[in-house]
């Protein structure tokens, strides 16, 4: 099955500086991939996609590029604010083949210093 | 707009004892419906789904069982809880794409 890989596990930057998050996967058939931000106690938000057909997409703050050569996709979010600080989660799924379900990472859980 | 509801929000119950947790949406129709559990500390794994009434996909065997009694309810129970049952469970949703929604979670601890 579908394996995905995230790094780091955590993650500290200063407010106002970059944070980027990485992940593999390991079955070429994906073709989707969420990310998704969490907050304690609350369920998963879904906060940017992109598939298998795009190279990069970006909204606002927060970006994400693939690589479907090397089957790794990264979370790139700028001008960090200490709302930020959440678990970030990236995901994996091989669309309508396995019922839309999704392969997740570990998670990275990332902290905002002001 | 859509919704998705899941109840009790926390329970905490006795190894041994059965478990019911229910999953509702509002605002679609057809829906795929997921059951995750996240152990402290860890991913969201993938327990089952559903692409229809009837219809359960089962991905990791465990003592949990799951059933989709109406087009929108989807229900995860177990007839005796073990310890290793505690976590939180969370429902998610999709209709007609890959984007998927989830609900707020329900906190299991099992003493």
């Known amino acids: 099955g579908e394996n995905v890989e995230q790094h780091p596990s955590t993650l500290s930057v200063q407010e106002g500086d970059s944070a980027v998050i990485k992940c593999t996967y390991s079955d070429s058939a994906s073709n989707y991939f969420p990310w998704y931000k969490q907050e304690l106690g609350k369920g998963p938000q879904l906060i940017i996609d992109i598939r298998s057909n795009v190279g990069e997409k970006k909204d606002q703050r927060i970006a994400v590029t693939l690589n479907k050569t090397a089957k790794h996709f990264s979370l790139h979010i700028t001008e960090t604010q200490p709302e930020d600080s959440a678990v970030y989660f990236c995901a994996a799924s091989k669309g309508s083949n396995s019922g839309y379900a999704l392969n997740f990472g570990k998670g990275t859980s990332l902290l905002v210093t002001p | 707009s859509q919704t998705i509801h899941q109840w009790p929000a926390t329970l905490v119950q006795p190894v041994g004892s059965p478990l019911s947790l229910e999953c509702t949406v509002e605002?679609?129709?057809?829906?795929?419906l997921y059951w995750y559990r996240q152990a402290a500390g860890r991913g969201l794994q993938l327990l089952f789904y559903?692409?229809?009434?009837?219809?359960i996909s089962s991905e990791v065997p465990q003592n949990l069982s799951a059933s989709r009694p109406q087009d929108r309810q989807f229900i995860l129970s177990s007839k005796k809880l073990l310890l290793s049952d505690s976590g939180f469970y969370l429902c998610?949703?999709?209709?007609?794409?890959?984007?998927?929604?989830f609900g707020p979670g329900t906190r299991l601890t099992v003493l």
């Open positions: 559903s692409v229809g009434i009837g219809q």
């Open positions: 998610a949703w999709n209709r007609l794409g890959n984007e998927q929604f």
């Open positions: 605002g679609t129709s057809n829906p795929n």
